[in-house]
């Protein structure tokens, strides 16, 4: 069974196995159905191409642990606009929750080296002085709950940071 909706300028497509890929042709994101809420799949069915509406529903989903729907929104915030700390930051954050420390130090990394790049933000509520004091704390989380797991060789390869 495949059913093909094509709302410009994304492609849905289910697949027999259960797996929705979304995204434009050549940049699919691909998860299985249960890990699509209802807020991402509508996002996507309306023709949304906003970073920046991407990141927002990708807030509001990690504010109601919604983990799934919160990556896939960050990865699609990050697809449209990839210099975007915030979305960065954040999807780092749900790294951290979900214990996926190597790609969490990997988004936060590139969070904070933009942020000091173009010193702004898109927030209306922080500075982005906040931002990379945020993105610097959640270095320090990751870097903890990876010394808590008594990793000493992931120390030496991460620390140089």
Not at 17 to 32: E, M, N, Q
Not at 89 to 114: N, Q
Request: proline share 3%; glycine share 4%.
């Amino acid at each position: 069974m495949r059913t093909t909706a094509t709302p410009n300028p994304y492609s849905i497509q289910l697949t027999a196995s259960r797996s929705l890929s979304l995204g434009p042709a050549g940049a699919k994101i691909t998860t299985t159905m249960r890990s699509v809420t209802a807020a991402a799949a509508l996002t996507l069915l309306v023709g949304c191409d906003s970073a920046q509406k991407h990141y927002d529903l990708g807030a509001k989903q990690e504010f109601h642990n919604n983990l799934d729907s919160a990556e896939l929104q960050f990865k699609l915030a990050l697809r449209d606009r990839p210099d975007f700390p915030e979305a960065h930051m954040e999807l780092g954050k749900v790294y951290i929750d979900r214990g996926i420390l190597d790609a969490a130090l990997d988004h936060t990394k590139k969070a904070i080296e933009i942020f000091k790049q173009k010193k702004a933000t898109t927030s209306k509520i922080e500075t982005w002085q906040q931002l990379l004091s945020k993105s610097y704390n959640n270095a320090g989380v990751i870097f903890l709950q990876q010394s808590n797991q008594g990793s000493s060789s992931w120390r030496r390869q991460h620390c140089r940071y």
